[in-house]
């Protein structure tokens, strides 16, 4: 049986640091839930909170209705998979996965059948007998996720699953993790540090830093809608620019290096006025136009450029002085050289703009919300 | 980690059970040793203390231990450590023959060496009379050369073991990156191998010298009136007017601060050199070639070869017809039969029941205060750990007598019995167990338990079925070791012993006392049959480039 989460002002001291200050967030039955960050964020602390490895200073953490704060993190119902793998090395395979359902006083037979089940879903059945140590990391990764799984726990945790394996691997083994929780429909909390792997792999993500979540969200709109400058530089890539927001007859107008203006239909009503902004450009937002070319634009200078096949990566210098990267579809024998001119125009219907002062973002749409998402998953 | 409001659970039960064995016989004891020794009648008084320091005989005593423990300390060093490089550093012909036999003398019983010496070189010993059939001035093994001589052959290999690990670590680079920099030969060895080292130096000269500080058998066979404390404490124990608890026990004082002393100076020197080395690539050992090939080889096997010589000469000597310590012609088993009336099976039953049921506690002790360090860091937990290291800096004399002041009288009354023999060795024992159990825990991820605990698995059954089982080898290599040091205990052992619980070392050294060497050297060559065979079983344990000590 899977179960909703609710955390209520998560409270986590280690002596007088303050780890989490506060931290609420609902996490909905049978989602894939990623809390992501930056190291030292406090996510893996969050998701041992919840796990029952580290105590709780503070708030409520529920299963349901049930409060677990003081709950053993065997008696939780939690399945959990370490980021080293935490494979009893002194066990086989088959007894690795069996190990949990001793505690469940589950006939013989049917612990074995159990077993088999999972080990055949992750794809483990052929080693049942054979020792971890002659696994590869990604098969050792796939029993830690069906010794979690065989004893039908509520909520799945998983804390930086992937980030031992190879690149390749990590790539196979998120679809192979995906596509195993949607068939089992467990609410699973996962954390990582690799905002590629939280986008391909998670129903919502919740943006951690210095203990706090900053956006929560769907992949999407995380990407495209940031919250803040901070969840816009995390995701992705970003050039950050500094512009002054000015009004005309309503409409939002941004003149960015003293010349460039351009509407912007995308900010909140109430935020529309005059100030400072930071623009958040995405490499991919920009337009290079060789010089002559159009006259409204950013002019630059190329200062180095990096062929990687499809795309081409130009770093530039504006007038400025702010340095940016753009990244353009390779044309055929096109690569601007450094030290052209160049100009650039943006897309201003992809552009996130930001108060300069509180950076937090002035865009319409941005869907940020620690609350149960309103569509069931 | 600053883990939960001091959550209350098994593990909190384990501590405190754990804290109250340790108040109960080791605190209590040393307790009532500082008591013995200031109290005269009832009356505080400090009287022991100066009548020691005003009698020269007192107070030389415990300035010829350190004068010997020093002395050989610096000859361990020095041939230690060239001994270890070349095992380390050159692909010496049978490296293995050679650091196997130097575990085994290390591991073999502390007096049997100076037993077998006194074979050899003794006023009627062997090479004695034979240099005198020569018409050469001979040499004695008696007084403060023999003893130095004696007990550096012994502790050598500890060096050796220590340095092994140490150069191990060190990373080949390191060294190519001194001699890229013009930095080669001696000055190399001198300025980066040797500082590199420098925290195992300090660390194996530190065991060096408790041993040798605390050594009763061998002063006490070959001192010949050159008075060392154990020997002093032993005699204010036995002595003619009988025992003199409040003398003896001063003398232990004074000897726990000198040893104090000696650790923490040591301690201050090795924070000095604080830093850890990720070796990526291990030293590739050399073949070696020429002069200088032949040199070490020379070195090694004659090194050796001198220390397994008086062991050899032992199982010579238990086949020899003695008539007390008369050498008559001719081999047999007489020795064997006689050491058979003097009480041979029950001192080997009682050793093997001594060690195992010893053994069997200091285990699950080392266990248990390793897991308590390593996962429930705590002050309590950290108390323990603190005490169970005490009795590093107390020689095995000193937790003789504090055990016969502490437990002698109703209704503590063990002296006499074999729970005394376990519990002295059982503290002596224990500092080095629960080390090397500490490093073995280290050693074991968290996550490992953690992910045994997220299964329901109850804490204390996640210990046993996956923690301890982990520590698997290393706790067995380790309580092997403590097994040997256990079988050939002697300086506590010698104090609280009596007929009925006499162990092999004892009655070895009660028939050398009592003139029949033969008998002794029977005693001597079961003892080390047993070492041999514990290294056999710590070698199938231990791959021999990871010997610990």
Redesign the interface.
Known sequence: MSVTISIEHAIKKYGNLTVIPDLSVKIANGEFFTLLGPSGCGKTTLLRMIAGFNSIEGGSFRFNDKEINNVEPGKRGIGMVFQNYAIFPNLTVRKNVEFGLKYRNMPKDQMRQEADKFMKLVHVDDYADRMPEQLSGGQQQRIALARALVIEPDVLLMDEPLSNLDAKLRVEMRTIIKRIQHEVGITTVYVTHDQEEAMAISDRIAVMKDGVIHHCGKPENIYQRPADVFVATFIGKTNLITGQMSEEKGQACITVCGSYRLPFHTIRPDAVGHKEVTLSIRPEEFKVWRAGETAEGLKAIVRDSVFLGPNTHYFAQLESGEEVEIIQESEIDSIIQPGSSIVLTINAGKVNVFDKETSLSLMTGVKNSVELPEVGI | ?????A?FDIWSVVSLCLLALFLFFLVYPIGRLLIEAVYTDGIFSLDAFQEFFSKSYYYVSIFNSVKIALVVTVFSLLIGIPFSYFYSFYRLKGRKVLLILCLLCTMSAPFIGAYAWILLLGNSGLITKFIASLGLPTVSIYGFGGIVFVQVLKLFPLIVIYMNGAFRDIDNSLLEAAESMGCKGLDRFQRVTMALTMPTILAGALLVFMRSFADFGTPALIGRGYSTFPVLIYNQFLGENGSNYHFAAATSVIAVVVTAVIFIIQKVATSHFKFTINSLHPIDPKKPQGVGGFLMHGFCYVLVGVAMLPQLYIVNMSFRNYNNTILQPGYSLKNYQKAMQKLLTRSISNTLLISVITLAIIVVIAVLIAYLVVRRSNVLNHTIDTISMLPYIMPGAVIGISLILAFSRKPLAFTGTIGIMVIALAIRRMPFTSRSATAAMMKI?I??E?????????RLSAFVK?TV??M?SGIISGAVLSFVSIITEMSSGVILYNNRTITLTLSTYAAIVNGTYGVAAVFATITMALTVLCLIVYLHFTDLDNVRM
């Open positions: 980690m600053s883990t939960q409001k959550r991820p996550s490992i953690e992910a045994a605990l997220s299964l329901g698995a109850p996956i089982p982990m698997g």
